[in-house]
């Protein structure tokens, strides 16, 4: 028998086994599939928003389709990763959790960067800043501070940090009763108790307030509320959307794109 031919023959098993061996190790080590490869694989990413927070989202009316200021962004997003952008419309104070069941793979809806959030999703950097406000109706001339809340009924929509600053600063300091403040799913349905009188005031994100002082008319922003807040982007913790996400915000920035859907939107 010629040996070179067997020393061939051996190697060339020797390399088949080795390469099968890694091949099987390499599948087991890997796991379940990253985010971006769930994603680009499904050709579509899936994006969460309350759509009753003008002008970041709404419906418009004439196509019945989501958009606003977060949509783009998240537009930017989809076209980043070469997928279709799929958005659902979901209350606020679901939002996280759906995220965290895989539902959805991120969260744009003006949502404020806060600690508790930060505890159990991941935050893009910041691309908005904003307070609160108070609306009233657009007759009201008794409520102008903060002071002027006490006893009053108080709208918020849950799960917002509107809803944190009453609970911190009116309920918790004695000055409206936990009846008192009406807790809704949607902010279109507090701004509807508004302008009935179920409510006397809704404290809301100050843009999303003006928005609506506009298209709704008969209701008006009382007075600010200094917060300061930032919105960020969520997405699941450790994910590998959040680096994506980031420097498209970055893109957006630099390109002078963002000031265009701000303007956009804003004016
Ligand atoms: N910025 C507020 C928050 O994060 C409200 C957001 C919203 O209602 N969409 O709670």
């Known amino acids: ?8 023959g051996i190697i060339i098993v020797i390399i088949i086994v080795a390469t099968l061996a890694y091949y099987s190790m390499a599948q087991g080590g890997k796991g379940e599939e990253s985010d971006v490869e769930k994603i680009k694989k499904r050709g579509k990413l899936i ?3 309350s759509a009753d927070f003008p002008p970041f989202e709404f419906v418009d009316e004439k196509t019945n389709e989501i958009v606003g200021f977060d949509i783009d962004i ?3 997003i989809a076209e980043k990763l070469g997928v279709q952008l799929e958005v659902k419309d979901i209350k606020f104070d679901a939002l996280i959790p759906a995220l965290q069941n895989g539902e959805i793979d991120m969260v744009i809806a003006g949502m404020t960067v806060t600690e508790e959030r930060a505890k159990v999703v991941d935050f893009s950097e910041p691309y908005f800043e904003a307070d609160q406000a108070v609306l009233v109706k657009a007759d009201n001339e008794e409520i102008k501070s903060a002071d002027d809340l006490a006893g009053k009924k108080i709208g918020v929509q849950s799960g917002t ?3 944190l ?13 936990e009846d008192n403040v009406k807790r809704y799913n949607k902010f279109i349905e ?6 009935k009188g179920d409510v006397d005031a809704v404290v809301i994100d100050k843009p999303v ?3 609506y002082a506009k298209s709704e008319g008969d209701v008006k922003v009382a007075f600010i509320i200094k917060t300061g807040e930032q919105y960020g982007i969520a997405v699941r913790k450790g994910s590998d959307l959040l680096p994506i996400v980031n420097e498209v915000l970055k893109e957006l920035k630099d390109s ?3 000031d265009q859907f701000l303007k956009k939107w804003f004016s």
């Open 209 to 211: 307030a003006e928005a």
């Open 1 to 8: 028998m010629n040996k070179t031919l067997i020393a061939a």
């Open 190 to 195: 507090a701004i509807l108790a508004l302008k």
């Open 47 to 49: 994006v969460g928003t």
């Open 74 to 76: 998240a537009k930017a």
């Open 161 to 163: 940090t509107g809803e």
């Open 165 to 177: 600053w009453v609970d911190e600063n009116l309920v918790k300091a004695g000055k409206v009763s």
């Open 256 to 258: 002078g794109k963002l």
